[in-house]
């Protein structure tokens, strides 16, 4: 489910993108942000389990909330960031999505010893 999501947000962006490009008025094949989706959307199944999984309970527990970070992350994609690959691009997002909201985030305070990765496990420090 989570791949559809990104697929879909990472086509919608892409189509942005192209709306946009008129007013950058760069030379035609020049902007970094087609080169980063492109690469994404080449590589989005490819994306760890653990990845997938830590993605896919953000979005079941907050829907809303999942989708304003994925949209702002994808609006970042070609000026603040750039992604290598899917995979670079959704350690961003559990990371931008773990900072978003301390109250998604509780149980791992409750229960720090969870062996299993998700959305909420605290960073390593």
């Given at each position: 489910m989570v791949l559809d999501v990104l697929k879909n947000r990472f086509r919608e962006a892409k189509y942005d993108l192209w709306q946009g490009y008129a007013l950058l008025d760069l030379p035609d094949g020049e902007d970094p942000r087609d080169?980063?989706?492109?690469?994404?959307?080449?590589?989005?199944?490819?994306?760890?389990?653990?990845?997938?999984?830590?993605?896919?309970?953000?979005?079941?527990f907050n829907s809303g909330r999942f989708d304003i970070i994925l949209k702002n992350l994808c609006e970042d994609v070609g000026w603040d960031f750039f992604p290598e690959d899917a995979i670079v691009f959704v350690e961003m997002l559990i990371g931008r999505l773990r900072e978003s909201s301390p109250e998604t985030c509780q149980h791992w305070r409750i229960e720090p010893e969870a062996d299993k990765l998700n959305f909420c496990d605290p960073p390593n420090t």
């Open positions: 080169d980063c989706f492109k690469k994404m959307d080449e590589t989005v199944d490819i994306i760890p389990a653990t990845l997938r999984e830590s993605a896919e309970q953000f979005l079941a």
